[in-house]
Nanobody
Framework: QVQLEESGGGLVQAGGSLRLACAGS????????IGWLRQAPGKEREEVAC????????TYANSVKGRFTIARDSTKNTVYLQMNGLRPEDTGVYYC????????????????????WGQGTQVTVSS
């Protein structure tokens, strides 16, 4: 059974940085596409970034492009989300999950059907 655990959240001022980690238990993370998603209070959960299995192709939500970076560290069996230039609108609970479906068409990488969610980590950005 895939188990994921997020860490690294916290309180930061606008313009600051955080690095979130998604560690896998009883699973080889390289075998899965992994997504980071977030949910702000009163809003629906949204995909922030996703990284493909093995080849590490990535995709980002428009709202975080150029500020967030998703990457793997195979030696630590962990997927990270480096968040720079944080804004108050980035506040929310951040989750990692495996992507049950991915596609790469016309240069566009897509993830969906997220499963095996972690418990989430809170990110709060103050203005």
């Amino acid at each position: 059974q895939v188990q994921l655990e997020e860490s690294g959240g916290g309180l930061v001022q606008a313009g600051g940085s955080l690095r979130l980690a998604c560690a896998g238990s009883a699973v080889t993370m390289n075998n899965y596409a992994i997504g980071w998603l977030r949910q702000a209070p009163g809003k629906e959960r949204e995909e922030v970034a996703c990284i493909s299995e093995s080849t590490s192709i990535t995709t980002y939500a428009n709202s975080v492009k150029g500020r967030f970076t998703i990457a793997r560290d195979s030696t630590k069996n962990t997927v990270y989300l480096q968040m720079n230039g944080l804004r108050p609108e980035d506040t929310g609970v951040y989750y990692c999950a495996t992507a049950g479906y991915t596609s790469y068409l016309g240069g566009t990488f897509t993830c969906r059907d997220f499963q095996s969610w972690g418990q989430g980590t809170q990110v709060t950005v103050s203005s």
